[in-house]
């Protein structure tokens, strides 16, 4: 079933003139949960770069508290796998030339500009002291990568964290940016757990968008993931979904960001879950306001100057609890397919319905593609859907 000669290829085109430095987002986990109170204790949680640049500087969230958060150290290094970190390669962040920051509840701070190189595809730790713990830590929930916990003071800069815990959900850590020397070019994936990479193997850098930012790698062309697990299209979060919905959170993850040329958008599978699972009519949504609601997406994308590519919705048959796969949700999502596929009204299609599923089983994922909940892609899946990611002109 490998067909790498359709691999996704973004196609570049050079920038004109000389560009002055910018500063541009090379990774990004958008805070969506609101965590366990956390006692007096250091962590230390790995990323991978999607661009590279010399200076570098990061956000830390509180954006989901409800009390201030002291944190009392925080340091970059790169990772050396693990809990560990290449010797020699620790900085301190600062914040307003301080060593410690105290972040407001429901606030965000950037750090002062570090000036240590970062590659394309760099593996990073960050580390972060919290003196006074958390009562609500702000989470992005499905980290797929290990976070890890230890008590007993200050441990940011030990060579190896001697964690009693470990977790895999982010912690606090909203984004990174670079110093980029040319100018940003930036591709937002929007969209749910399958843009979140659930399913993928921890550790493995094996999500979609981490494909595209593999594939693109050494460009100047960085690749976000703006995923959020059990998102939905057109409404905030009603257990077990979680929001603010796409379109509500458009703005802050796509429209705001330095240099986003392409936003590809994965959205819609959990408003037809919704409607299947929720029986209340504020949570119902039919195909056509599922199209409406990627039309406005559209329209807003177009008004910003940024182009979009529509990924079709994959099948989801023989689905566990309390996911349900209805014969009513399985026609909205062939008519949602249908229009994106048809309407012409994207600058781009990525047909990974096409790509995932089983000939035999149209409604069901191709079994070498399913991560085991039948809702999901495994690592294979992940790379077909980036297979399936169409040429997009930078």
């Known amino acids: 079933m490998k067909r790498w000669a359709a ?130 830590a702000t989470l992005h929930g499905e980290g797929l990568q290990l976070a890890y916990l230890a008590r007993g003071g200050d441990l940011t800069a030990a060579a190896v964290m001697p964690a009693a815990e470990t977790d895999d959900s982010r912690y606090f850590v909203a984004s990174v940016e670079v110093l980029a020397t040319s100018s940003p070019r930036t591709v937002v994936v929007l969209g749910d757990s399958i843009a979140d990479g659930v399913g993928s193997s921890t550790g493995a850098q094996a999500r979609w968008p981490d494909l595209l930012a593999a594939r693109l790698a050494p460009s100047s062309v960085a690749v976000l993931n703006a995923g959020v697990a059990g998102n939905r299209l057109l409404r905030d979060g009603a257990k077990p979904f979680v929001g603010p919905s796409m379109l509500a959170r458009l703005q802050r993850d796509v429209l705001d960001r330095q240099g986003v040329r392409w936003l590809l958008l994965h959205g819609g599978v959990n408003d037809i879950a919704a409607s299947d699972m929720l029986a209340v009519p504020e949570q119902q949504a039919s195909a056509q306001d599922i199209i ?48 994106i596929r048809t309407a012409g009204q994207f600058d781009a299609v990525a047909d990974v319905d096409m ?40």
């Open 7 to 136: 691999m996704l290829l973004f196609v570049l085109t050079p920038a004109c003139g000389m560009a002055a430095p910018a500063w541009v987002t090379t990774w990004m986990a958008v805070p969506d949960t609101v965590g366990p109170a956390m006692p007096a204790l250091s962590l230390r949680q790995a990323l991978r770069t999607s661009v590279g640049g010399d200076n570098v500087r990061v956000r830390l969230s509180n954006e989901l508290g409800t009390t201030p958060l002291v944190v009392g150290a925080a340091r970059l290094a790169r990772s050396a796998g693990g809990a560990a970190i290449e010797p020699g390669s620790d900085h301190a962040l600062a914040f307003a030339g301080q060593p410690q920051v105290t972040i407001a509840p429901g606030e965000s701070v950037l750090s002062d500009p570090l000036a240590m190189p970062v590659a394309a595809l760099q593996e990073l730790a960050i580390s972060l002291y919290l003196p006074q713990g958390s009562a609500r």
């Open 292 to 339: 409406a609601g990627m039309q406005t997406l559209l329209q807003r994308a177009h008004a910003a100057g940024i182009r979009v590519c529509a990924a079709t919705l994959p099948p989801h048959g023989g689905v566990g609890k309390p996911f349900i796969h209805s014969a009513e949700g399985e026609a909205k999502r062939q008519a949602v397919n249908a229009w």
């Open 355 to 394: 790509q995932l599923r089983d000939p035999a089983q149209p409604d069901r994922l191709l079994p070498a593609y399913d991560s085991g909940d039948h809702l999901h892609p495994n690592d294979r899946g992940y790379r077909a859907m980036a297979e399936a990611t169409p040429a997009l002109p930078l």
